[in-house]
């Protein structure tokens, strides 16, 4: 399957952004890396595709925590595109997202609102509240 091939490869090009910085933590002061998509939503997909989703998935999401998520909440209109399916089960999928973002411990963010602005700056404060943090306790 394409599937696994291409999560091969975006998992490569992610685990080296990681191992290329100090630490597996991914928020520091001077710098905030963001992955526009990653295991978590590959793993959702598996699971709805297919019914399982292979181990390597599951151990990745393990070894390379992310320091915040943010789960865009599906109150855009739909903008289809060459990889996007499922116009009319968003909502559903955005709460299977959470779900598997809540078993990492992870802190999440919902980003909701129908302006871009609005949307773009919740986004920008979470991260900052997650850099703050990281400042705080040390672990940048």
């Not at 290329?20 to 890396?33: H, V």
């Not at 992955?35 to 297919?50: A, G, N, P, Q, S």
């Not at 996007?84 to 968003?90: A, F, K, L, Q, S």
């Amino acid at each position: 399957d394409d599937t696994e091939i291409i999560d091969t490869e975006n998992r490569i090009d992610d685990s080296e952004v990681i191992e290329n910085t100090s630490s597996l933590s991914l928020c520091s002061l001077s710098e905030i890396t963001v992955f526009d998509t990653e295991l978590i939503i590959t793993k959702v997909w598996f699971l709805r595709k297919y019914g399982t989703c292979p181990e390597w998935i599951e151990k990745a999401v393990q070894r390379y925590p992310m320091d915040i998520y943010l789960i865009c909440a599906p109150d855009l209109p739909w903008q289809p595109d060459p990889v996007r399916e499922n116009p009319h089960i968003r909502k559903e999928l955005m709460e299977q997202y959470i779900h598997e973002v809540s078993r990492t411990r992870v802190p999440k963010y919902i980003i909701s609102g129908t302006d871009a602005d609005i949307r773009l700056t919740k986004a920008l404060k979470a991260c900052e509240f997650c850099l703050q943090g990281m400042a705080n306790t040390g672990n940048n």
